[in-house]
């Protein structure tokens, strides 16, 4: 595996061995930033993703009057100002390409006492901003936008705020706990109802800084008032970024690949419920429980899979890994189906159209729906010229196609995968036989 410039070349490889961990979580990441920025005293964070969006919520968390120290490469320091310690910022808060600083940041932002402005890149400023705009102007925040706040920039004018229940139409983890944290800023209880389970990671963190959460059926409550615990946290490693090793273990011959310390959490491991279900070898080793959180040691050997169908309540579980379970499913006996992902075209880039496009030129079998894709197989890919479209998890996932196509296959714009995932094509590398 080659680079040359921003455009990565993969290989065939004969097989996968080895050990290895990686990135700490990027969701908790986030939260660890937003959270310990508003506890009452000083948290510290071991095993930070220092990705560009993580990253970009640290420097927003700056901007706003948070003092944060890095003693080494992946520890922070995060000097709490309490709940309502933060600082009008002297400038428009840039969130870069993510999509998590701008949504949480939103709910956060809405019962401050001062004026901020939250923008971000081109894919920020497409991308739809009136999911959380909506029920934070509910609770009553001021929030402004273009086309009435369908998109960034926002214009948040923080005001008193009111408890709330909001049933969320889609179910989605950025607009929940976006509305958690401004819940956090009133009087009362606030509930969140999500139509399927999506990732707790704010209200595990929010428990383990001693705020009562309750969930119930579907019912998210939290009352507004008090004051955060410090965090002490080992960040455990991406479940989302082990997705991408999970299936290159198990579609490339003579594999054996261990991969530690990754978060577990039931509402992630969608992943681990698909592959297997798909007749992939993987086990779950070593679990622990980390600042609140599952973690275990996975183990994945080569398998011979079989399609099988994904929809309703998996959907969310799965919605970051559907890029490469599509590349597991070229290599399954007969038809995948992915059903009811609609929100697969709201991300960095429509997420659907990126996958079929890309992989269609290394002659996979698949073809889109408006709300999903299918995939029949097993099919012998061939190395193309493939492009990112600037996505971090569609370069990964084309990078591990690659893996099994004859010849080579060259990614354009690989360097996004820096997003969620900077040494990424290095550890595959070292991976390789």
């Given at each position: 595996m080659k680079s040359s410039g921003d455009c990565q070349r993969i290989k065939r490889v004969e097989g996968l061995a080895g050990t290895l961990p990686v990135p700490g979580d990027k969701s908790i990441s986030h939260r660890a930033v937003l959270l310990g920025s508003i506890s009452h005293g000083i948290s510290r964070v071991r095993?930070?993703?220092?990705?560009?969006?993580?990253?970009?919520?640290?420097?927003?968390?700056?901007?706003?009057g948070v003092e944060i120290i890095e003693p080494n490469g992946s520890t922070l320091e995060i000097g709490g100002v309490g709940l309502h310690g933060l600082k009008e910022p002297q400038d428009v808060l840039n969130v870069s390409n993510s999509g998590t600083t701008i949504r949480l940041l939103s709910g956060l932002l809405a019962g401050q006492e001062f004026h901020a402005v939250l923008t971000g890149d081109d894919s920020i400023r497409r991308r739809p901003m009136l999911r959380v705009v909506g029920p934070l102007r509910e609770m009553g925040a001021k929030i402004f936008g273009r086309e009435d706040g369908r998109f960034a920039p926002l214009s948040i004018m923080g005001s008193d705020l009111n408890p709330s229940s909001y049933t969320l139409p889609v179910a989605s983890a950025q607009v929940k706990s976006a509305l958690l944290l401004a819940g956090l800023y009133t009087t009362g209880e606030t509930v969140v109802k999500e139509p399927a389970p999506t990732r707790d990671h704010t209200e595990r963190m929010l428990r383990c800084m001693g705020k009562e959460v309750k969930s119930s059926d579907g019912n998210i409550a939290i009352r507004g008032g008090g004051e955060l615990s410090p965090l002490d946290l080992e960040v455990?490693?991406?479940?989302?970024?082990?997705?991408?090793?999970?299936?290159?273990?198990?579609?490339?011959?003579?594999?054996?690949?261990?991969?530690r310390g990754v978060g577990v959490n039931p509402t992630r491991t969608g992943i681990i419920d698909v592959l297997s279900e798909m007749g992939g070898n993987i086990s779950v080793a070593n679990e622990r429980a980390e600042g609140g959180e599952p973690v275990a040691d996975l183990q994945v050997e080569s398998s011979e899979l079989r399609g099988i169908d994904i929809h309703g309540g998996m959907i969310p579980r799965v919605i970051d890994e559907l890029p490469?379970?599509?590349?597991?499913?070229?290599?399954?006996?007969?038809?995948?189906?992915?059903?009811?992902?609609?929100?697969?075209?709201?991300?960095?880039?429509?997420?659907?159209?990126?996958?079929?496009?890309?992989?269609?030129?290394?002659?996979?079998?698949?073809?889109?729906?408006?709300?999903?894709?299918?995939?029949?197989?097993?099919?012998?890919?061939?190395?193309?010229?493939?492009?990112?479209?600037?996505?971090?998890?569609?370069?990964?996932?084309?990078a591990v196609a690659g893996l099994v196509a004859e010849g080579e296959t060259n990614i354009t714009n690989a360097d996004c995968v820096d997003v969620s995932f900077p040494n990424f094509f290095e550890t595959l590398t070292n991976l390789a036989r």
């Open positions: 095993n930070f993703l220092r990705s560009q969006d993580c990253l970009s919520t640290m420097r927003c968390m700056k901007a706003l455990p490693g991406d479940i989302s970024s082990a997705a991408f090793f999970l299936v290159s273990g198990l579609v490339c011959p003579d594999s054996q690949v261990t991969i490469v379970i599509a590349v597991a499913a070229t290599q399954a006996k007969g038809k995948t189906v992915v059903r009811d992902a609609q929100e697969l075209r709201v991300k960095e880039t429509d997420r659907i159209r990126a996958s079929v496009e890309e992989l269609s030129k290394l002659g996979a079998k698949i073809e889109e729906s408006d709300d999903g894709f299918s995939v029949e197989g097993p099919t012998e890919l061939r190395g193309a010229k493939c492009h990112s479209h600037d996505d971090h998890r569609i370069a990964m996932a084309l």
